[in-house]
C-alpha cells in the first residue's frame, strides 16, 4: 500500500501545531517554509484536515491553522483518512470468476474468496494499529532537541516577520 506524501506532510504540520499550541494560528506559508514544501500543495492538504475536524483555519493576514482538538484526540488514522479518504486500500473485483472460473457454479462464489479475505484481514490490523496510535503518543517519542528548534524557528520567524 502506498499513501501520497500528503499523509506525511499533514501528520507532520498536526505534531508541529500541537508543539507550537497557544502561539496562535500559523499560516501555510510558515508551515511550508519549516519543511520546504509548496505552499499551494500543502494548503490543499491542511484544507482536508480542516473539513475532517482535526485542524481549524482563522481566515486574514494574521491566520492560519491550528489544531482543532487535543493531540490525544487526533489518531493517526484519522489524519490518514483525511487525506486519503476511507475507501478500502484493497478492492475485490472477483476476477476469480472470469476466464477459467466462468464455467464454476454460483454456490462456488458464495463467500469472498481467501485473497480477499486475508487482504481486508491484513488492512483492518493496519486501520485498528494507526487508531490506536495518536498525535499525543508521537510527541512523546519525539526528542526534546527537535521541539525546541521547531519552536526556535518558528519564533524567529514570527520576530523577523
Not at 83 to 106: K, L, M, V, W, Y
Not at 150 to 155: A, E, G, H, I, M
Amino acid at each position: 500500500m502506498r499513501m501520497s506524501e500528503g499523509v506525511e506532510w499533514g501528520l507532520h504540520c498536526c505534531v508541529t501545531l500541537a508543539w507550537l499550541d497557544g502561539e496562535g494560528p500559523v499560516s501555510t506559508a510558515r508551515l511550508a517554509a519549516s519543511f520546504e514544501l509548496p505552499a499551494a500543495y500543502l494548503n490543499k492538504r491542511l484544507q482536508a484536515l480542516v473539513r475532517a475536524g482535526i485542524l481549524s483555519s482563522t481566515p486574514g493576514a494574521r491566520g492560519g491553522f491550528q489544531l482543532a482538538r487535543p493531540p490525544e484526540r487526533i489518531t493517526l488514522m484519522d489524519v490518514v483518512a483525511a487525506i486519503e479518504g476511507t475507501e478500502d486500500a484493497f478492492r475485490c473485483a472477483e476476477i476469480r470468476q472470469r476466464g477459467a472460473g466462468a464455467e464454476a457454479s454460483g454456490r462456488e462464489y458464495g463467500r469472498p474468496c481467501g485473497i480477499s479475505t486475508a487482504m481486508r484481514r491484513a488492512e483492518l490490523a493496519w486501520r485498528r494499529e494507526l487508531a490506536a496510535q495518536t498525535i499525543a503518543d508521537v510527541i512523546a517519542a519525539t526528542p526534546a532537541s527537535a521541539v525546541e528548534r521547531t519552536r526556535r524557528w518558528f519564533s524567529s520567524e514570527r520576530t523577523s516577520a
